[in-house]
């Protein structure tokens, strides 16, 4: 196999499968989680809640304990800065949305690619220093589990191929930008059956969290 | 507690996991920003407490039971099946170290609920058989004598009569159409008798009828502490019956913090059906009086006094600024504590910890927050309004050689009632 053929093979056939996969397995993931269901609470409610419900969709993204805040500078600084830097290097760059548009019928204006490219690289370094934290914090050590690193790794590895494939690094272009299109396709396939289904489930997580203490007339 | 086996366990805990279980587990990400939360991470260090790692076994069960991959794994062979050790060893984590105190709740940045999650755990600890020793004694003895400590009829019966000698008036048992019906809790009954006659004084002067039921007068309810829904749809029947018979509008939840959750919060879940009464807390009704002007107080306390707000009256039960109006009734030098309100920090001894000897020494270590909290506000005196905070904030205190008394917020406002009208009995 050529680097053409592998470049061709990964953008076309291998990415459409991915993406079959990931829509699929986000699917029953959804279907898994739903199926449960949740009794109806029968206590004399002070409220819907679905309003704090909402509120807390967005309240979250910040702290209302101050202990906390103070002990967890870095997890949450951290956590802003590269999903903010990995959300401009998946969405804004031009490529990207070109990609987009074939599947959606639709785009959205770019960055300029130096910003992008700089997103990339601050977010790669977060990412680096979010893995240190990780393997150093006791409480970090304590929790993760094999998966973590998995997640990480699959989260690492499009930002460094991606970077890698613009600047022409090391390897043939074409090579290079093959591996980082199998990336994405890994990191699709992984999604629906990782702890990277949080990047939907944290707002109904939050919603959830947000209306039960609303019906207890709880202001978040 | 018949027959608990890690069988009975496995499938009480499988019954648990629902739609909002399933969300949480699928969205933590392992940050670790919740240990922060948890008094029982902050003062021991010890990562074991960080609050999502009380329910891994949950998250196992729930991985191999209502997931495709989990499932998978499960099939041929490749997940860890969990144990009678596993669960042994999980009991510290999730009785010892937590008071459901729901301070996790309010940090994780992915919204997960973690002490609804706790709570749901215990219920396969218990019917594992691997809740602590002091709980189930608590449990067996309020199913069987009707009060975790133990307190009989004759007690409450004898304190009513100290009562009725000290104020000159009835304390009125079981009088049908009362408008409200009050609970106990046994720590009231036992170490602070002040509270009946405080509420006596107040209904007195806001003019309205009361009652205690002489078969169902305990608030407090050990089933929700251990996890077993049984015990406490049991424990919370014999209220509803006793209010229902007495036909009441309102039954009062006594200063107490998880008997308010129970009757409150739980308790119509547990029966399965909506309560023909209200429930509140004695603040809520006392808070309603003084905005009906039926509560008249004179003077103002001198010292220098905070409040520690109970969890399940805050953060689990939305009361919050009733305490605050109540407060400034009676004193003019209220300061609040560092993180007050919604985001106090627990005592340490609540969600059972306080009836689990093997928690003894771990709850003392816990009050070192409420020590940090205090030593930075220079207060004379505490109010609180539940009694089991209260015996832990004084036997905290005394330990760490404070001497800040503590006093429970319905007795304080008694004192300072204008002694008009008697009209009540
Ligand atoms: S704070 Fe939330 S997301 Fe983070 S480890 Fe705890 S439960 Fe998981
Ligand atoms: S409910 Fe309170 S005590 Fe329990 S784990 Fe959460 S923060 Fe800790």
């Known amino acids: 196999m050529t680097a053409v053929d592998f470049l061709l093979w990964v953008r076309g056939p291998g990415l459409t499968i991915a993406s079959i996969i990931f829509v699929l397995g986000m699917t029953l993931k959804f279907f898994e989680i739903f199926m449960l ?15 704090e419900g909402f509120k807390t969709i967005v309240t979250r993204s910040g702290h209302v304990d101050t202990y906390s805040t103070r002990h967890t500078k870095f997890t949450h600084i951290a956590g802003w800065v590269f999903h903010i830097g990995m ?72 930002l460094l191929t991606g970077y890698m494939a613009y600047h022409h690094l090391f390897f043939r272009y074409e090579w290079v930008l093959g591996v980082h299109i199998l990336s994405v396709c890994l990191l699709l396939v992984f999604f629906p059956f990782t702890k990277l289904t949080h990047a939907f489930t944290l707002f109904i997580s939050r919603w959830y969290n947000g209306m039960m203490a609303g019906e207890k007339g709880v202001q978040q | 507690m018949s027959e608990a086996t890690l069988e009975r366990g496995l499938k009480a805990l499988k019954e648990q996991i629902d739609t909002p279980i399933a969300l949480f587990f699928s969205s933590c990400t392992h940050c670790g920003m919740c240990a922060t939360a948890c008094l029982f991470y902050t003062e021991t260090e010890n990562p074991a407490y960080t609050p999502i790692n009380k329910v891994e076994p949950m998250r196992r069960l729930w991985e191999q039971e209502y997931t495709l991959i989990g499932r998978i794994k499960k099939a041929i062979g490749m ?110 009954i036992m170490n602070y008798p002040e509270y009946m006659e405080a509420v006596a004084k107040i209904f007195r002067q806001a003019g309205k009828t009361w009652t205690i ?47 308010y959750t129970a009757i409150r919060w739980e308790g119509p879940n547990l029966i399965g059906r909506k309560f023909p009464f209200h429930v509140k807390h004695i603040l809520e009704v006392l808070d309603e009086f003084r905005a009906e002007g039926l509560l008249k107080t004179e003077g103002f306390e001198e010292a220098r006094m905070t409040f520690h ?117």
Not at chain 2, 160 to 178: C, N, Q, T
């Open chain 1, 37 to 51: 269901g949740r009794k109806k609470n029968l206590a004399e409610l002070r409220g819907s809640g679905v309003k």
């Open chain 1, 87 to 158: 959300f401009i290097a998946i969405f804004l760059l031009a490529p990207h949305i070109e990609i987009f548009k074939t599947f959606l019928g639709f785009g959205w204006p770019a960055l300029p690619t130096p910003i992008v490219d700089l997103a990339t690289v601050i977010s790669m370094i977060t990412l680096l220093a979010i893995l240190f934290h990780r393997i150093t914090n006791p409480v970090l050590k304590y929790l993760s589990v094999g998966q973590d690193y998995v997640v990480w790794a699959l989260t690492f590895l499009p």
């Open chain 2, 79 to 188: 997940s860890k099946p969990i144990t009678d050790e596993e669960l042994e060893e999980w009991q510290e984590y999730c009785y010892n170290a937590c008071s459901l105190c729901g301070r996790c709740t309010m940090v994780c940045p992915v919204g997960n609920d973690i002490t609804y999650m706790i709570r749901k755990m215990r219920e396969g600890m218990a019917a594992a058989g691997h809740a602590p020793e002091g709980l189930i004694g608590a449990s067996k003895r309020a199913v069987k004598i009707g009060s975790p400590m133990g307190v009989k009829l004759p007690a409450l019966q004898a304190q009513a009569r100290h009562a009725e000698k000290d104020l000159g008036m009835e304390i009125p048992f079981d009088v049908e159409g009362a408008e409200y019906m009050m609970l106990m809790s046994s720590m009231e």
């Open chain 2, 213 to 259: 039921s002489s078969e169902a007068f305990e608030a407090t309810n050990s089933g929700i502490q251990i996890g077993s829904s049984d015990i406490a749809r049991e424990l919370v029947s014999r209220v509803v019956t006793a209010a229902e018979k007495l036909k009441v509008k309102t039954v009062i939840s006594p200063e107490c913090g998880h008997a």
């Open chain 2, 309 to 425: 707000d109970p969890c399940q009256l805050v953060r689990r039960g939305g009361v919050v600024e009733q305490p605050r109006n109540l407060l400034n009734m009676v004193s003019k030098d209220f300061v609040e504590m560092k993180d007050h309100g919604i985001m106090n920090w627990c005592c340490g001894a609540g969600g059972g910890v306080s009836a689990n000897e093997d928690a003894a020494e771990l709850k003392m270590q816990a009050f070192k927050r409420k020590k940090s909290q205090l030593d930075e506000l220079n207060v004379d005196t505490l109010v609180t309004a539940c009694a089991n905070c209260r015996i832990q904030i004084e036997e905290g205190l005394e330990e760490n050689e404070m001497d800040i008394p503590v006093v429970g917020l319905t007795e304080m406002l008694a004192e300072h009632l204008v002694e008009d009208n008697k009209t009540e009995g």
